[in-house]
T-cell receptor
Framework: AQSVAQPEDQVNVAEGNPLTVKCTYS??????LFWYVQYPNRGLQFLLK??????LVKGSYGFEAEFNKSQTSFHLKKPSALVSDSALYFC???????????FGSGTRLQVQP | NAGVTQTPKFRILKIGQSMTLQCTQD?????MYWYRQDPGMGLKLIYY???????DKGEVPNGYNVSRSTTEDFPLRLELAAPSQTSVYFC????????????FGSGTRLTVV
């Protein structure tokens, strides 16, 4: 069975500093990987995805993610954090059998002014 | 364009009661999903559907039932509610499976007392 791990429950960063939210995965076959963001009392919103191609994927709101096959990681990054980036971030991998997503447990990002 | 609409937004049930969580989408998406979100646990797949008349179990289907009589609607039925079903429930849809990204509803917060 595939799985997604987000080892940090919370990440704290100062506004203007770079941020990284970590994700590792375990899947059979080629990985299809995603990042979603959830603001309070809202559904999840799609940020970016890796299907194939360049290991650095660019997404919405200035976020990007680096795919590393040897380390089975898909870390989310942003060069300069904003207070408005504070939210809950989920990494996910596609179950190719069900064509459904398996989510990690989520990482709360807190950006301090 | 309403996207994915879930009703109700909040509900309190007594143990043993039943209810139906409604989900409808207006994007003509074939794939629809039900997830539950428990604190610190990420999202778990309850049921999914790849088209009208076709449904299948996810990771945590016990205590739930679904139907998909139309492309637009994918209701989730709780029979004999239990405290363990206290959670936030999200419906999502996708055009041809998760690799195209999900559109999420805003969620239903259910408390069973």
């Amino acid at each position: 069975a595939q799985s997604v791990a987000q080892p940090e429950d919370q990440v704290n960063v100062a506004e203007g500093n770079p941020l990284t939210v970590k994700c590792t995965y375990s899947v059979s076959g080629n990985p299809y990987l995603f990042w979603y963001v959830q603001y309070p009392n809202r559904g999840l919103q799609f940020l970016l995805k890796y299907i194939t191609g360049d290991n650095l994927v660019k997404g919405s709101y200035g976020f990007e993610a680096e795919f590393n096959k040897s380390q089975t990681s898909f870390h989310l990054k942003k060069p300069s954090a904003l207070v408005s980036d504070s939210a809950l971030y989920f990494c996910a991998a596609m179950d190719t059998g069900r064509r459904a997503l398996t989510f990690g447990s989520g990482t709360r990002l807190q950006v301090q002014p | 364009n309403a996207g994915v609409t879930q009703t109700p937004k909040f509900r309190i049930l007594k143990i043993g009661q039943s209810m139906t969580l409604q989900c409808t989408q207006d994007m003509n998406h074939n794939y629809m999903y039900w997830y539950r979100q428990d604190p610190g646990m990420g999202l778990k797949l309850i049921y999914y559907s790849v088209g009208a008349g076709i449904t299948d179990k996810g990771e945590v289907p016990n205590g739930y039932n679904v139907s998909r009589s139309t492309t637009e609607d994918f209701p989730l039925r709780l029979e004999l509610a239990a405290p363990s079903q206290t959670s936030v429930y999200f419906c999502a849809s996708s055009y041809e499976g998760a690799d195209y990204g999900y559109t999420f509803g805003s969620g239903t917060r259910l408390t069973v007392v």
